[in-house]
């Protein structure tokens, strides 16, 4: 079955650049999302398709996917963007949707 | 403005059967456009999809949960809802209801409901 790994944790300073990776076989050839979820909170989704941002999400938030490593990059990291993230595809191969494990951004 | 609402019973028996409804406001169900899903969040945990409707009338399931659960659509009411049966402790979660497309992911989320399996 078709697996999407996430670091466990990415840590980085206000100001710096974040860079959330999400591995899967091939994934560049599939539509990965990239969801924030704040403690206690539904998750949003920030990056669609690869590398499209939802209406309101900060241009700081971008996507790139090619071969096995699709990434949510983050810009200019703030103290609000602390939050767990998380990845997603559709396997058509299974019918299914498949979330990555998580990785929790800490902001220092 | 699109919203979604859970609702549910908050506290389920184990082997019981669990039923949680997402009632939908600023859109039809009906619409042929999306689909209407449902995910979950054990405490402390990642987020698991369940399963979804899609506009062909296609319902989509977890093959870990297929054989438990149930997604159906009630057009009257403008809302969907999930049954899961034979529930144990391991379902005890914040069940998410939401709206998207393969393409697009899911865009709408409802704020979510906690379900506690426990005698």
């Known amino acids: 079955s078709y697996v999407l790994t996430q670091p466990p944790s990415v840590s980085v300073a206000p100001g710096q650049t974040a860079r959330i990776t999400c591995g899967g076989s091939n994934i560049g050839r599939k539509s990965v999302h990239w969801y924030q979820q704040r403690p206690g909170q539904a998750p949003e989704l920030v990056v669609y398709d690869g590398a499209d941002r939802p209406s309101g999400i900060p241009e700081r938030f971008s996507g790139s996917n090619s071969g096995n490593t699709a990434t949510l990059t983050i810009g200019g990291v703030e103290a609000g963007d602390e939050a767990d993230f998380y990845c997603?595809?559709?396997?058509?191969?299974?019918?299914?949707?498949?979330f990555g494990g998580g990785t929790k951004l800490t902001v220092l | 403005q699109v919203q979604l609402q859970e609702s549910g019973p908050g506290l389920v028996k184990p082997s019981e059967a669990l039923s949680l409804i997402c009632s939908v406001s600023g859109d039809s169900i009906t619409s042929t456009s999306y689909s209407w899903g449902w995910m979950r969040q054990p405490p402390g945990k990642g987020l698991e999809w369940i399963g979804n409707t899609h506009h062909t009338g296609r319902t989509f399931y977890n093959s870990s949960l297929r054989s438990r659960v149930t997604i159906s659509v009630d057009t009257s009411k403008n809302h969907f809802a999930l049954k899961m049966n034979s529930v144990t402790a391991a379902d005890t979660a914040i069940y998410f209801c939401a709206r998207g497309s393969f393409n697009a992911g899911w865009w709408i989320w409802g704020q979510g409901t906690l379900l506690t399996v426990s005698s």
């Open positions: 997603q595809v559709w396997d058509i191969g299974s019918d299914q949707w498949l």
